[in-house]
């Protein structure tokens, strides 16, 4: 009996010591030093909260045309080589390298932000405030483009950190699917209709018709406000001193661009009420 295990043991320790020599033999090309990354999607549920993508901004409101809005809460993906993309319209876009290299890279590479605006038409989408790289942060322009079916189409990179997709979508292959003016309200749409008669006239240079039109767009959602907030000063004696001069001199500058506007008017034989002041007012 003590013979028969003295000599079980002896064979444990031989096929332990067989095992240790051919180890990193066996599970070589096998063992990953870290995991790939699972991180499809913004923010994936089942990974640890440090694994996480993490988005610098919310995106903004869905806007543009109603048709496009069933796209929002997709997502679609492309993999390209060693990388897979994934686009949310109205949300985000994604990229995830798809080898076991111990930093592969798992990203956001924009967040909705803005429509791109040329000639009346939804040119593209912009994501931005993706990931740092290096001193700015990645954007991604996505032109739409007529398709059998709703899909990324194409990945490129045209400078560095600033990337451009293709996404096909049989939404868009009617020749009006994407003009600008049909969404706005009747409002801004009169709008626009008055800013074109001035530009006409020349009553406006190129430039203020441009800034006149962008106003409009931001009004309407579809372009981010590019205006200024003022910081309130936390001195409530000066704050209440400051705001009344500041709204003086905002108004005694409204009534010499009226009175500006009122002599170009006459001078165009144009009546005074002409809608356009409002936009000045």
């Known amino acids: 009996m003590y013979y028969t295990s003295t000599r079980i043991v002896h064979l444990l320790w031989i096929c332990l010591l067989c095992l240790t020599l051919l180890s990193p033999y066996s599970f070589a090309g096998k063992m990953k030093i870290v995991e790939e990354p699972n991180t499809f999607g913004l923010n994936n ?42 686009f949310c319209p109205f949300h985000n876009i994604t990229q995830h390298e798809q080898s076991f290299r111990w930093n592969a890279y798992s990203g956001i590479l924009g967040i909705w932000q803005e429509w791109e605006i040329v000639n009346n038409t939804f040119l593209a989408m912009w994501m931005r405030e993706g990931d740092a790289c290096g001193n700015k942060n990645r954007q991604t322009k996505v032109i739409l483009t007529c398709g059998g079916s709703s899909k990324l189409a194409q990945v490129s990179e045209p400078t560095t950190c600033v ?23 009747d409002k801004l749409q009169m709008e626009w209709d008055e800013v074109e008669q001035a530009r006409y006239e020349n009553l406006i240079t190129e430039q203020g018709y441009n800034n006149l039109l962008r106003d409009i767009f931001e009004d309407a959602g579809f372009l981010k406000s590019q205006k200024v907030k003022e910081k309130p000063d936390i001195t409530t004696t000066s704050k209440t001193h400051d705001s009344l001069q500041k709204c003086n001199e905002d108004v005694r500058k409204q009534r010499e661009e009226i009175e500006r506007l009122q002599a170009l008017l006459t001078q165009h034989n144009i009546p005074h009420e002409s809608k356009l002041r409002r936009r000045f007012q």
Do not use: D, M
């Not at 990337?163 to 049909?182: A, D, I, K, R």
């Open 163 to 185: 990337y451009s997709l293709s996404f096909e979508t049989p939404l868009v292959c009617h020749p009006h699917s994407l003009l600008v003016y049909p969404t706005l309200s």
């Open 45 to 86: 549920p089942f990974l640890a909260q440090g694994s996480r993508l993490q988005p610098k901004v919310t995106p903004g409101p869905v806007s543009g045309p109603a048709h496009l809005r069933r796209l929002a809460g997709k997502c679609f993906s492309y993999i390209e080589s060693t990388y897979k993309y994934e």
